[in-house]
């Protein structure tokens, strides 16, 4: 005889990410993903550069003047940010798979850290193209 199913709580009906207060963890997760989907989709573009700017001297100045244009500079900034990101998120990722900072105070913090560090890496490199 098969056994009745087991209640369970019934799931969140607020879903609203904007206004969940998330964990460090929960941010460090999210920002990962969408990172990694904006790295993805920028793959195409940066390709048919690499590809315009060896093809001629002339394509090689299109390229140039159009990485020198505002929205792409301010693309940039969004790409060192998600680079960024997406690697300190990666390598915590890898580190608490082989069980190192899993105790809730070291993954917070280690949360933090990649939060943080994508953070200042954008910033300096926005620093720097000014």
């Known amino acids: 005889m098969l056994k009745p199913m087991a209640r369970h709580k019934p799931a969140p009906k607020f879903l609203n990410l904007l206004l969940i207060k998330l964990p460090p963890g929960g941010i460090a997760s999210i920002g990962h993903r969408v990172s990694g989907v904006l790295l993805f989709l920028c793959i195409p573009l940066l390709a048919w550069w690499f590809g315009r700017s060896l093809e001629?001297?002339?394509?090689?100045?299109?390229?140039?003047?159009?990485?020198n244009s505002t929205p792409v500079i301010l693309l940039s900034v969004l790409l060192v940010w998600s680079l960024s990101h997406h690697l300190l998120a990666g390598i915590r990722h890898l580190l608490l798979d082989i069980d190192i900072g899993l105790e809730k105070t070291a993954a917070r913090t280690s949360a933090w850290l990649v939060n943080l560090g994508a953070v200042l890496a954008t910033t300096w490199y926005?620093?720097?193209l000014l």
């Open 56 to 67: 001629s001297a002339e394509g090689f100045l299109q390229v140039q003047q159009a990485l």
């Open 126 to 128: 926005a620093v720097n």
